[in-house]
């Protein structure tokens, strides 16, 4: 089993890929102003077994599109939309976030949680701008520096692994430079990182490490991931998830 399939089989099980929580994708949709209509068609981009997808499905009655590169997750939740009553409203898309196949202007609403770090922040937004409509809603959590200024250790274990960590005001810089209005910002808290997604990480590196029988790749993934959880413990003041919202302008600049 190589390292993707081993980070698949230690992940598809969760309740969700990445920090977040439904408190705050309702908080998102609250922001973003968008109104529940049948007609709305969003994308929920990286959305892994997509936790922020049935929110946006059961919130705002919409269609949404999810799409994500790793098949199994899609798999949880085309179950997970059956199971809570939404399946007619969710379609999912085994694809890259890099290569779409959406129509220009064909979408209401381009959400991302946890995981536009995959192209990069600005390199996700100039992407993905195309497919909305003028006026249409963007709402992306990234990685974020909570603090102008952050302990070495933190500052260089992020720069190995995610050099575009960056101030919200930079980030928010960068969506106005690309043709957003930035209409909301918020802070993921710390259960969203610890109770939502960590705890039930670390409950599972066991039964995972059992099924590879402790398998060398197994282990560094296990250490990986511990290491992490202790950077976030130690550092939560600094870092953490800001979830941005923004409106596409209605006229193009003279930049893009
Ligand atoms: N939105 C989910 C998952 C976040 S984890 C949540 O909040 O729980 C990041 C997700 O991005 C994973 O599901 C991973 O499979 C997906 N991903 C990574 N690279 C991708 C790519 N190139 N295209 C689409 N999805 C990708």
Known sequence: MD????????????????????????????????????????????????????????????????????????????????????????????????????????LDAVWSEGAIYNMGFAEGIEAWRKYLKPGGILAVSELTWLTDERPEELQAYWDKEYPKVDIASAKLATLERLGFSPIGYFVLPENCWLDNYYRPLQKRFAGFLERHKKSDAARVIVKNEENEILLYEKYKDFVGYGYYIARKEQFLGSRL
Request: aromatic letters at 2%.
């Open 3 to 106: 390292n993707v399939q081993l980070l698949v089989d230690l992940h598809q099980d969760a309740p969700r890929q990445g920090p977040g929580g439904e408190e705050q994708t309702r908080l998102a949709i609250t922001l973003s102003g968008l109104k529940r209509s049948s007609e709305l068609k969003i994308a929920d981009i990286g959305c892994g077994s997509g936790p922020s997808t049935l929110v946006l499905a059961d919130a705002l009655d919409a269609h949404v599109i999810a799409v994500d590169i790793i098949p199994e997750f899609l798999d949880k939740l085309a179950d997970a939309a059956s199971r809570t009553g939404v399946a007619d409203h969710v379609v999912t898309r085994t694809e890259s976030m890099d290569e779409l196949s959406f129509a220009e202007e064909e």
